[in-house]
């Protein structure tokens, strides 16, 4: 029988990312491009955006605040998706308190013209160690929460460098030049998530929103996405880490590809039917997928409800199902996290699916 209430969130995510039963499923918002850092919760605390892009400090007393006052089981930095595009060379637009920072300008026009620089200057870079002495500050202070670094998935991050819609002609006719690209970013993201572990980050999660199957098709999702996704899982994993991927918009293109990933958990959006893909590919631990339409305009009652269906649907992870809107309301906010905790005892694993065990994955060398 499962202890009810013996698990910290660190414990609990952990547990069920390495598909072992728990309390229940956790309820988070990783950060980056799902991040919480709403205006309801800036406005209340003096840590806000844009100058908490830039600050240790800032930075890990934002994160504090959106844990403390969401009632999400994690820490997540940094706030955006533009660390890395900025280290490589793109101009970026920092944004305000009410709005993200954005590309604002690609550094080369075409995949054949970027331009390559060492991993230990690029590591030295922009925010890059603003990041991770957050990840130690949260580490450190919040020993039994997990703290989530989050990166720029490779597709997304090269479409930041390069031209996108150069890129993605390149994609189908210099995939030469594509490839040599992809994996000079994906060099880097694996080098800046083993910087983002070192620094006491509990796991790594990737948001890669141009990699969808609506944008790539399922032959160039193959190529490209699943190759050099798996590149930096598999980087996280032999620093002993573990791995989160959201994939945005529809999958039912590439959806026969999705069990390829390898990551610890698929993170999709709300027009997915995880209970659908839990019943075809029952190995997937699958997080999700909450409307962030829903969370923004509707009421906490309606969210209530539905954060109990995802539970009762059997998805492992609850979280919002992309990024949220800064507008959105704390109370919305607040009614979600607290349905999932108030279902404790239901289990958020099973590990018999379908009258068959389901192996669960190898935990040797990953730390709690």
């Known amino acids: 029988m499962i202890d009810v209430g013996a698990f910290t969130p660190k414990e609990r995510l952990i547990s069920i990312l390495h598909r072992q039963q728990a309390d229940r499923p956790p309820v988070i918002c990783t950060g980056g491009m799902m991040n919480a850092a709403i205006v309801d919760v800036m406005n209340s605390t003096g840590h806000t955006l844009p100058e908490a892009h830039f600050d240790p400090l800032l930075m890990a007393g934002l994160a504090a605040d959106v844990h403390e006052a969401t009632g999400f089981e994690n820490l997540g930095i940094p706030f955006c998706l533009t660390v890395e595009a900025e280290v490589l060379g793109s101009r970026i637009n920092f944004g ?24 230990d200057e690029l590591l030295s870079s922009g925010r890059i160690q603003s990041v991770a002495r957050a990840g130690s500050l949260l580490a450190a202070q919040y020993p039994a929460i997990p703290v989530i670094g989050n990166i720029t998935g490779p597709i997304s991050t090269t479409a930041s460098i390069v031209d996108p819609m150069q890129f993605f002609k390149d994609l189908r006719k210099d995939q030469a030049s594509a490839h040599t690209a ?15 572990l070192d620094h006491g980050v509990a796991l790594i999660s ?4 141009t990699a969808t199957g609506e944008i790539l098709g399922p032959r160039s999702f193959e190529e490209f996405a699943v190759l050099y996704l798996n590149k930096i899982i ?7 880490g573990l791995v989160i991927v959201h ?3 529809n999958i039912n293109s590439v959806k026969h590809l ?7 958990a698929l993170s999709t959006d709300a027009v997915v039917n995880l209970k659908q893909l839990k019943q075809e590919f029952p190995q997937l631990t699958t997080m999700g997928n909450l409307s962030t339409y829903l969370l923004q305009f509707s009421t906490p009652e309606k969210i209530a409800g539905q954060a109990v269906r995802l539970v009762g649907d059997g998805v492992d992870i609850i979280s919002p199902a992309c990024g949220l809107s800064t507008s959105t309301p704390l109370a919305n906010i607040c009614a979600m ?32």
Request: aromatic share 6%; glycine share 8%.
């Open 247 to 249: 994939i945005c918009g």
């Open 337 to 368: 996290t607290a349905a999932v905790k108030r279902m404790r005892g239901r289990s958020a694993r099973s590990v018999y699916t379908a009258g068959a065990v389901v192996p669960e994955r190898q935990t040797e060398g990953r730390p709690l």
């Open 206 to 209: 990737i948001g890669d929103p």
């Open 96 to 119: 305000t308190l009410a709005c993200e920072p954005k590309i604002a300008g690609e550094a080369f026009p075409s995949a054949a013209q970027v331009e390559f620089k060492e991993l």
């Open 258 to 264: 999705v069990p390829s990933i390898r990551s610890d």
């Open 182 to 196: 992809l994996a000079y970013v994906s060099d880097f993201l694996c080098a800046y998530a083993r910087l983002l």
């Open 234 to 240: 598999d980087s996280v994993h032999a620093a002993g």
